[in-house]
């Protein structure tokens, strides 16, 4: 079961005899469902930086497999005419 701040929250404890404080008890609740709260949304923050970085990073991807296409067709038309030139010269 995943644990939510809610779930903190709606926590009840039995009271026995020399049981724990409840005042103290739910205080440390609201600061864990606090801190919760806190970690669940720097959680989702990191979540949506690491796609829009794996976006970012498929664009470059893509780039190089267009540079490294574009310089193979550059090569192959330079070699074209360097076999025309020889073919001429001959």
Do not use: H, S
Not at 6 to 23: A, T
Not at 66 to 82: H, I, S, T, Y
């Amino acid at each position: 079961m995943k644990i939510t701040p809610l779930n903190i929250q709606q926590k009840k404890f039995r009271v026995r005899l020399r049981g724990f404080d409840v005042r103290e008890v739910d205080g440390y609740l609201e600061q864990i469902v606090d801190e919760l709260k806190i970690l669940i949304r720097e959680n989702e923050n990191q979540k949506q930086e690491i796609q829009r970085l794996n976006r970012e990073l498929q664009g470059y991807r893509d780039r190089e497999i267009a540079f490294k296409d574009a310089m193979v067709n550059a090569q192959k038309g330079l070699d074209d005419m360097r076999a025309n030139v020889k073919k001429e010269a001959n």
